[in-house]
C-alpha cells in the first residue's frame, strides 16, 4: 500500500521536476490511500494558486481513491506521532494512515526524511 502526501500530490499535479517519483504510487490506484486531509492540503494551496476550478478539479481526481478519514482513533494515534515525532499535526495525520495501513509514505516533505516508512526525495526548484 501507498500514501502520497499533499507535497507529492501538489507535485504530480504541477508536473514538477520530482512529479514522476510520485506517479508510480498515484498511478497504482488499486494500492493507494488518501488520508482526507491530504484532500484538505491540496484543495486550499490549489485554491489559492489556480482559483476554485482547477482546485475542484484535483479534488475530484484525489475524490476517487480510498479516502483514510480523521475517526477518533486515528486522531489520538497522529497526535501521539507527532508529538513523539515532533511533527506538525497534518503530518502526524498521514504518518499515522500511512502506519495504521500498512503503507509506504511517499514525500518530499523534509519533516519525514529519515522515518522507517518513508519514501523521500529532496525537493528539487522548478524550472
Not at 484543495?43 to 476517487?64: C, I, N, S, T, Y
Not at 483514510?68 to 513523539?84: P, Q, S
Amino acid at each position: 500500500m501507498n500514501v502520497v502526501d499533499s507535497s507529492g500530490w501538489l507535485e504530480y499535479f504541477a508536473g514538477g521536476p520530482q512529479a514522476d517519483f510520485f506517479a508510480h504510487a498515484i498511478e497504482s490506484t488499486d494500492k493507494l490511500i488518501l488520508p482526507s486531509v491530504c484532500v484538505a492540503e491540496v484543495f486550499k494551496r490549489v485554491l489559492q494558486r489556480r482559483g476554485e476550478a482547477d482546485a475542484l478539479q484535483a479534488a475530484a481526481l484525489m475524490g476517487q481513491e480510498r479516502i483514510v478519514d480523521l475517526d477518533f482513533a486515528l486522531a489520538l494515534t497522529a497526535v501521539k506521532i507527532g508529538h513523539e515525532c515532533r511533527l506538525p499535526l497534518a503530518d502526524g495525520i498521514v504518518l499515522a494512515a500511512a502506519r495504521a495501513h500498512g503503507a509506504t509514505l511517499w514525500t518530499q516533505d523534509a519533516d519525514f526524511e529519515g522515518f522507517d516508512g518513508v519514501r523521500f526525495v529532496k525537493k528539487k526548484a522548478a524550472r
